[in-house]
């Protein structure tokens, strides 16, 4: 239930962060499971913010074990269906937590589940697909080796920037890989890895962009959307008082955020997720200016208002860092 609720939240909340979603199947986000993402990783928890949200279906995420620090936490990240996978730095002695956590994926898709796993590993802020580790394959191998009829299906996530508030994403969906991937391979397991991990990198490099990250000119003609003239006049009066609005909030939380995480690669999920929890505050606070200054429906009324100009003003801003 939890889960759920969270998950409708998040649906409405990433299309004021997001300007564009771009999908190229989108039909295939209607799949049930069992099935596998296979997806690259560039912007941190983000990324499954986003595929979550898109999926009808509930999908389980795997990530940092480190993030899963006491049991509150714990709880609470597994609430939203996330399960942690250990990496060596972590510890050598969480590295055993990883044994059930593969033992959870493979009930989730004896009953249907939906797993999302990072194939690259970990995140990076890039416009480059960085080679895969073999996680991916041997969790859908013990799969096909236990006659679950798992798909794999390959994403590619690509962003207009890392940074700006207002995203244009492409999620480019690949085409899905069964078990026929090991027909010709006589049982030899370390070759099976091989032809699973290959079979994703090729689809995989076919869908994520490869942008030199000061190439601007590349990454304007592979993302910028273009608006009518009269469609940024539409925008433009609403999106002014949307500035005026947000802007002292947004400013202070950017700067707060950006002392801690600007530099490690998370800046853009760590502000969403303020965003998720403190922007109903704004609006409450807003909504009590109005009613002490107008003191009828219309506080109401600008309360309403609040998320329509911070969507105008979303769209109008800058897309290309």
Excluded at 3 to 9: A, D, E, G, S, T
Excluded at 204 to 211: G, H
Aim: include cysteine; charge should be positive.
């Amino acid at each position: 239930m939890f889960y759920q609720i969270v998950k409708k939240v998040a649906r409405v909340a990433i299309k004021f962060y997001c300007r564009d979603i771009k999908i190229n199947q989108k039909a295939l986000l209607k799949n049930k499971g069992p099935l596998l993402l296979a997806v690259n990783h560039p912007n941190s928890f983000l990324d499954a913010i986003i595929l979550c949200t898109l999926f009808d279906e509930p999908v389980y995420s795997l990530a940092r074990g480190d993030a899963f620090k006491g049991k509150l936490i714990s709880v609470f990240l597994r609430s939203l269906k996330m399960l942690p996978v250990y990496r060596v730095s972590e510890g050598v002695e969480n590295l055993e937590e990883n044994y059930s956590t593969f033992s959870a994926c493979i009930e989730l898709f004896k009953n249907n589940g939906i797993v999302l796993i990072f194939t690259e590993g970990r995140s990076e802020n890039e416009w480059h697909l960085r080679p895969l580790k073999k996680g991916t394959a041997r969790l859908a191998l013990t799969a096909w080796q236990q006659n679950i009829p798992l798909k794999i299906l390959p994403i590619g996530l690509n962003y207009n920037s890392f940074f700006l508030f207002g995203k244009n994403v492409h999620v480019n969906i690949g085409d899905c890989i069964g078990s026929d991937i090991m027909k010709n391979t006589d049982g030899e397991n370390g070759r099976q890895l091989n032809n699973i991990t290959g079979a994703i990198q090729q689809q995989l490099q076919q869908r994520v962009y490869e942008i030199d990250s000061t190439d601007r000119q590349k990454k304007q003609t592979t993302f910028r959307i273009k608006f009518s003239k009269i469609k940024t006049a539409l925008l433009l009066l609403p999106g002014f008082a949307g500035l005026v609005l947000h802007w002292p909030f947004y400013f202070i939380l950017k700067k707060l955020i950006e002392k801690k995480a600007a530099l490690s690669g998370h800046f853009d999920s760590i502000i969403v997720g303020a965003l998720l929890i403190f922007y109903p505050f704004l609006i409450l606070f807003w909504a009590l200016v109005a009613q002490f200054f107008l003191g009828d429906y219309r506080a109401i009324v600008i309360a309403a208002a609040l998320p329509v100009c911070g969507w105008c003003c979303m769209q109008l801003n800058r897309q290309i860092d």
